[in-house]
């Protein structure tokens, strides 16, 4: 009874194709030169096609930060059980589903590297993991060494960040597998364990 209907796959199916050509051109000629009628060539569609789902760049632009940021913090939860502690000793490339979907989505996430590029993913992008620690994770330190949680969370979070930021440099020359056994190799060096409340995965 919940099926989409035609019409709204076809508007969603055009949205991608325009956020898709967004992206190809911020890499080719920097997000600032981009125009409406760049983005509709590109993408092979007309000026009133554009308009109708988007009044201008900048809430495409938008669009494109925002449903892929929600879509990391989405991302987060699909390994773990609502409620349940995970001990860092027994975590595996499964546990890190953050980091296939950046892989998923390297296209996007490639933005990073450019100077003039979509705005605010510079600083959303790191926020966002910040908040994913913050509101989906209650951690339990090392033989239980008393910290204050707000500082951990935000060294921790930032220092994940700083990791992701230099595979996506390098080009992804790491293998996902490689990138998440180095991550959960630092991990086990402050993070004992660590409690998943966060949003639920199917949640839409």
């Known amino acids: 009874m919940d099926q989409e209907h035609p019409a709204t796959n076809r508007q969603n199916r055009t949205r991608e194709h325009l956020k898709q050509a967004l992206i ?7 997000y600032h030169a ?4 760049n983005i509709v060539d590109h993408a092979s ?3 009133s096609t554009f308009y109708i789902h988007y009044p ?7 669009d494109l930060l925002v449903s892929k940021l929600e879509g990391l913090e989405a991302a987060v939860g699909k390994p773990y059980m ?3 502690k995970f001990y860092t000793e027994k975590l595996n490339p499964q546990s890190f589903s953050i980091v296939a979907y950046i892989y998923k989505n ?3 996430f490639e933005l990073i590297k450019y100077e003039d590029t979509l705005p605010r993913l510079h600083t959303n992008f790191p926020q966002t993991i910040l908040k994913i620690y913050k509101e989906q994770f209650i951690f339990d330190t090392i033989n239980h060494i008393p910290v204050n949680m707000d ?3 935000r060294y921790t979070a930032y220092g994940f960040y700083g990791l992701i930021l230099n595979w996506i440099r390098d080009g992804f020359k ?8 180095e991550v959960i190799e630092l991990s086990k060096t402050h993070i004992q364990s660590f409690e998943f409340i966060g949003k639920l995965a199917h949640k839409h």
Request: charged share 40%; net charge neutral; hydrophobic share 30%.
């Open 151 to 153: 500082y951990f969370k």
């Open 106 to 108: 390297r296209n996007f």
């Open 24 to 30: 190809e051109l911020i890499k080719e000629k920097g």
């Open 174 to 181: 790491e293998s996902q597998e490689e990138f998440i056994k």
């Open 56 to 62: 201008d760049k900048i809430e495409l632009a938008e």
């Open 34 to 37: 981009v125009t409406v009628k």
């Open 45 to 47: 569609y007309n000026r």
């Open 82 to 84: 609502h409620g349940h």
